[in-house]
């Protein structure tokens, strides 16, 4: 069964270093999103991209972080210069169809902690 | 904007009882219910959905009516095991190539 797949699983980093999570979605899947959850509860919507293209972003999204689709499979996030603040848990997710219909495919996550 | 309540938890229950976990949500439009479930350590998945008003969604032995007069998506199941221990989140489709909005999950301990 196809699966949306993450690296790393786990990453520790200090504060105000650049992170890059990756992220490898459903291969006929045409959006993609990052999520991000803190404390094993809420699950807060980062961003949501779209040919080639940021469709939505929330708050939370600021110049710190970035998106990139770079070569057709891979889907990466990048922070800049971590804070404290950012340790969480990071999904990405995938869907064919748009979020409305569709349901979002998710990936095991990548633990960020930030020293 | 769009937003989703979910009943507070954590909840406990003893094997086999009746689950409900409540789930009402404010919305333009008609959009798509979701419930996912995320298990300890686990990303999270997709335990059913509904597109439409009066629509039910069931999977497992859940089940999830969406209630356009209530706006409200009640996740249901009459006999609940331990496997069934899990957060479950309730999520509201967003428009276009938009964003889901989840609730803030509750959290379901099920006891031998």
Redesign the interface.
């Known amino acids: 069964e196809p699966e949306?797949t993450q690296t790393p699983s786990h990453q520790v980093t200090q504060m105000g270093q650049e992170v890059i999570l990756r992220c490898v979605p459903i291969s006929n899947h045409l959006?993609f999103?990052w999520?991000r959850q803190i404390l094993?509860?809420?699950?807060e919507?980062l961003v949501?991209?779209?040919?080639n293209e940021i469709?939505?972003k929330?708050e939370i999204f600021d110049d710190q972080f970035s998106v990139e689709r770079p070569d057709g499979s891979n889907f990466t996030l990048k922070i800049r210069s971590t804070k404290l603040e950012d340790s969480a848990m990071y999904?990405c997710?995938s869907s064919e169809w748009?979020?409305?219909?569709?349901?979002?495919?998710?990936?095991?996550?990548s633990r960020l902690t930030v020293l | 904007g769009d937003s989703v309540t979910q009943m507070e938890g954590p909840v406990t229950l003893s094997e086999e009882a009746f689950l409900t976990i409540n789930c009402t949500y404010t919305a333009t439009g008609y959009?798509?219910l979701?419930w996912?479930v995320q298990y300890p350590g686990?990303?999270?998945?997709?335990l059913l959905?509904a597109?439409k008003a009066d629509d039910k969604g069931s999977n497992k032995g859940f089940e999830a009516t969406y209630r356009k007069e209530t706006t409200s998506f009640h996740l249901e199941k009459g006999s609940v095991q331990v496997s069934d221990s899990a957060?479950y989140?309730c999520a509201l489709?967003?428009?276009?190539?938009?964003?889901?909005?989840?609730g803030?999950?509750t959290t379901l301990t099920v006891k031998p």
């Not at chain 2, 686990?42 to 997709?46: N, P, V, Y």
């Open positions: 949306v959006y999103y999520y094993g509860q809420k699950v919507f949501s991209f779209y040919n469709s939505e929330s999904f997710a748009a979020s409305n219909t569709g349901e979002l495919f998710f990936g095991e996550g | 959009p798509s979701f996912y686990e990303g999270l998945q997709l959905k597109t957060v989140f489709g967003g428009s276009g190539a938009g964003k889901s909005t989840f803030d999950g």
